[in-house]
Nanobody, 115 residues
Framework: QVQLVESGGGLVQPGGSLRLSCAAS????????MGWYRQAPGKERELVAH???????RYADSMKGRFTISRDNAKNTVYLQMNSLKSEDTAVYYC?????????WGQGTQVTVSS
């Protein structure tokens, strides 16, 4: 099993930046797929970004050029750097990991973009 704990959310003004962290309870060296989803009030959960063990990445179209996903295997942590934030980025952001045929989720961290 894998426990995931997100941190780094908060309130930020439009145009600002935040970096989310997702710390895993075990080595992520053997975890291939990890990433972030988000869910805004009244909307379905949507993929934000995904990263493989080989450091291949993919992003939702609305995040390309603004968000960057990365992973540090030594720290068992995945990051999401979010720049040029917009009000529509307000959501709960969830970290996930695929490990041995199962998908694991963190508890989520709230990101609010507002002036």
């Amino acid at each position: 099993q894998v426990q995931l704990v997100e941190s780094g959310g908060g309130l930020v003004q439009p145009g600002g930046s935040l970096r989310l962290s997702c710390a895993a309870s075990r080595s992520i060296f053997s975890i291939n797929g990890m990433g972030w989803y988000r869910q805004a009030p009244g909307k379905e959960r949507e993929l934000v970004a995904h990263i493989t063990g080989g450091l291949s990445t993919r992003y939702a179209d609305s995040m390309k050029g603004r968000f960057t996903i990365s992973r540090d295997n030594a720290k068992n942590t995945v990051y999401l750097q979010m720049n040029s934030l917009k009000s529509e980025d307000t959501a709960v952001y969830y970290c996930y990991a695929y490990f041995r045929g199962a998908q694991y989720w963190g508890q989520g961290t709230q990101v609010t973009v507002s002036s």
